[in-house]
C-alpha cells in the first residue's frame, strides 16, 4: 500500500485521500472552501531533532536502497573515494576528506548497520512499551504529534515530535527517549528545534543558543555519551554519521555535492554561521545547529557572520 503523501519524480509531494470517514458530504463539506478527509492509506512520521543510521539506502547513481550491511554497501564504504566513483563538485576539503577516510574502510558498513538495528528496535519496543494492556493492534495506539516550524518535508513525511497521547503524564517524546538511549545521533535544523514554535525567531549572535526543549535534548545526548551508550559504546561507536553516509552517497547529474547545510556551535559564545563542511570542527554532536542555505540571509540580516 503506497503512504498516502508521495513525492514525484519531478519533486512535487502529491497525496490521496478518502471524504471523511463516516460523514456525507453534507458533513464533510464545512463551506465553500473546506472539506473534511480522511487519508486512504498510511502516514510516515520523520522524527525531528534525531538522525539515526540508515538501514539501507541508494548507492551512488542508483535508485534501489539495498541493505548497508550487504555486500554492496561493505564494498562502497571500504573504499567511498574509489577513482570509478563520481567526483565531489565542488571538491571536499582536505580536512573533511581526511577525517571521513578515518571514519570509513572496512568494518564501517557492518558497523553502521548494527547501530542501525540498534536504533530500529529500540523504537519498536519503545512502541510497544506503550500499548495499553492487553497488546492490541499497533493502530490502536494514540499517538499524539507536536510540530515545529515545517509540518512535512520534501519526501511528503510529517515533521514532529511524536510520543503516546496523554495529557495527564505527557511522555517524553520518543525523539528524547532515542537520544537518551543512545541510538540517535541530535540532528537540531533551525528552525525545526522545538514544538510549538510561535515564530520563527533567529537566534541572537555572540551568545550560546537556549531552549527548554534544545536544552533536554543536548542534555540527554551528554548523558548518553558520558554513560557509553549506543552510539557512544567505547568498544564499538558510530564510526559514520548517517548524514556522512548519505551525502558520501548521494549523485546529481553525476556528481556528489557533499553536505549543504551551514552549521553553528550552539555552546559557543559565537557569531560564526560556519560553512557546511566545517561540521566537523564542532566535537560534541549536540552542539550543532545546521541552517538551510535559504535561511542563511535571514541570520546574516541578525549580525551573524559567514566563515568559509
Known amino acids: 500500500m503506497p503512504n498516502a503523501l508521495r513525492t514525484t519524480r519531478q519533486g512535487f509531494i502529491v497525496g490521496q485521500a478518502l471524504l471523511a470517514s463516516g460523514k456525507s458530504v453534507k458533513q464533510a463539506v464545512h463551506d ?46 571500504d ?38 538495528k540498534s536504533a530500529k528496535e529500540r523504537l519498536q519496543n519503545l512502541i510497544k512499551a506503550d500499548q495499553p494492556p492487553p497488546v492490541e493492534p499497533p493502530d490502536e495506539l494514540d499517538l499524539f504529534l507536536a510540530f515545529a516550524d515545517d509540518v512535512i518535508d520534501r519526501y511528503g513525511r510529517l515533521l514532529a515530535f511524536l510520543h503516546r497521547n496523554d495529557p495527564t503524564s505527557r511522555p517524553r517524546p520518543y525523539n528524547e527517549q532515542l537520544l537518551a538511549t543512545g541510538v540517535a545521533v541530535p540532528y537540531f535544523i533551525w528552525p525545526n528545534v522545538a514544538p510549538f514554535v510561535r515564530d520563527r525567531q533567529v537566534p541572537k ?81 549536540e552542539d550543532r545547529l545546521f541552517v538551510n542555505a535559504e535561511h542563511v540571509p535571514l541570520f546574516m540580516e541578525e549580525g551573524w557572520q559567514q566563515v568559509q
Open 32 to 77: 465553500g472552501d473546506t472539506v473534511s478527509i480522511s487519508p486512504n492509506s498510511f502516514l510516515n512520521v520523520r522524527l525531528l531533532g534525531v538522525d539515526t543510521p540508515e538501514v539501507s539506502f541508494s548507492l551512488p547513481g542508483e535508485s534501489t536502497f539495498p541493505p548497508i550491511g550487504g555486500d554492496r554497501w561493505k564494498a562502497f564504504l
Open 79 to 116: 573504499n567511498p573515494f574509489a577513482r570509478a566513483l563520481p567526483r565531489f563538485s565542488p571538491a571536499l576539503p582536505a580536512e573533511l576528506r581526511s577525517h571521513l577516510k578515518r571514519v570509513v574502510g572496512p568494518g564501517c558498513a557492518a558497523n553502521h548497520a548494527a547501530h542501525a
Open 205 to 285: 549572535p555572540g551568545k550560546p543558543i537556549r531552549g527548554k526543549h534544545l536544552d533536554a535534548a543536548r542534555h540527554a545526548v551528554a548523558t548518553a555519551r558520558s554513560n557509553g551508550l549506543g552510539i557512544f559504546d567505547p568498544a564499538d561507536p558510530l564510526r559514520l554519521l548517517p548524514f556522512e553516509l548519505r551525502y558520501l552517497a548521494r549523485t546529481a547529474s553525476g556528481r556528489r555535492l557533499g553536505p549543504d547545510r551551514w552549521v553553528i556551535n550552539i555552546a559557543a559564545a559565537s557569531a560564526a554561521l560556519l560553512a557546511p563542511h566545517r561540521y566537523i570542527e564542532i566535537p560534541n554532536v
